[in-house]
Each structure stands twice: as C-alpha cells, then as structure tokens.
C-alpha cells in the first residue's frame, strides 16, 4: 500500500464499515478483483477528512457507515468486462432495475477512471447511534436509477431529510457530492487528482 493511504478503521475513531466489493453483495455478484479484505482503504487526507466527518454526525444523533473508499483500478476493469457479458439477472432488480447493465458507464453510475481510485472518494451512508439502525435514504448503496439522485422526486420526507443531513455533514468537513449518487462524495482537495492506483486491498 502507498505509504499516504491507510485502512479507515484503524484512523477513524468509530466508524463503520462493509467494503461492499470485497463481499458477494454487490451490483457483480460475486467479490471483486483487487478486494482481498473487508475494509476500507484511503489517503491519510481521507481519513483526517472523516473523523471531523464522523464527529459532525454524531452531534446530529448519526454515525458514519462506509461502504467504499479506494478502489483498484483492476477492480473497475472488471467492471467494465463484467458490464459487457451477458445479462443473467442475478442482480439487475436490486441494482439496476430500468437500465441495461451496458448503459451504467453512459449513464455516469460506473466509470472507466473513477474517483474512488484516487483514494479520496467514498460512498457511505448514516446510521443512528440509539438504534445501530441505517438512516432512511429512500434507497440502497448502488441503486442505478435517477431515485438515487440528490433532489429525487418521489422519496419520503424522512428520506429527503437524511440525505440532507449526510450531504450537509460532508460539504461541511471539504467534500463535494456527486449529483447522480446519493451515498458518493469526494475530498475537493484531494492529493492525488490525476492518480489511478492499483494495489491491491489486503
């Protein structure tokens, strides 16, 4: 691992974590090349980022739950082999219900150079601390349908609200939102803008 990136668990004081690629649930199924262990890598910057993060959140009632940091770059290749196979179903309804598995690259929900590989981008979500129980967010990580963009019509005031929450939370500790993702932000004075990783997370 780059000597500036580390695992978040150990430099987050609390935080939360299921490193959704490195298990079978996710939008591929099965886990994915590059993820050897559940957790969550990123920059020192990252990480220093989060635990203002995380205590912002947890003046409001809420705890952060991350499930993604830095992703390998073999890891987003695989995705775009994956996006070219053919279509099996396994997981299309949960994920990608009115689209075809090909159109998440058009769309903009996968990328073929992703902010995740630069090691300063996350996709996470609240929860509260009286309960342990995930915050409403009208929908689930990866979910590739305009219901997941900020200002989605359509979802509960509650819903609305939480992400609300999550995204004033982010801005306010130096991260920018991504208008299509909900649970997607990235440190705006990131170290490595132009900087595709590849080691894997072990």
């Known amino acids: 691992m780059n000597d500036d990136f580390g695992y978040v668990d150990d430099l987050v004081p609390g935080i939360r974590w299921d490193a959704k690629y490195a298990t079978w649930d996710n939008f591929t199924g099965i886990p994915v090349d590059g993820y050897f ?21 947890e003046s409001l009632g809420f705890g952060l739950l991350l499930w993604d940091g830095y992703r390998p770059q073999r890891a987003v290749d695989s995705f775009l082999h994956w996006s070219a196979q053919p279509e099996d179903g396994r997981t299309k309804s949960r994920h ?9 690259f058009a769309k903009g929900y996968v990328a073929a150079k992703s902010g995740h590989t630069r090691g300063s981008t996350v996709d996470l979500t609240l929860f509260h601390l009286t309960t342990g129980e995930r915050a ?15 200002g989605a019509p359509g979802i509960t005031p509650l819903a609305t609200a939480n992400r609300h929450h999550l995204r004033s939370i982010m801005e306010a500790c130096g991260f920018g939102s991504y208008e299509s993702e909900w649970w997607h932000y990235t440190l705006k004075d990131e170290p490595y803008p132009d900087t595709y990783f590849d080691f894997p997370i072990t």
């Open 37 to 57: 262990a559940n957790r969550i890598v990123g920059t020192l910057a990252l990480c220093t980022a989060l635990v203002s993060a995380q205590e912002k959140a």
């Open 136 to 150: 409403d967010m009208g929908g689930d990580h990866d979910l590739m349908d305009p219901v997941s963009h900020h």
């Open 96 to 104: 990608y219900p009115n689209i075809d598995r090909a159109e998440m």
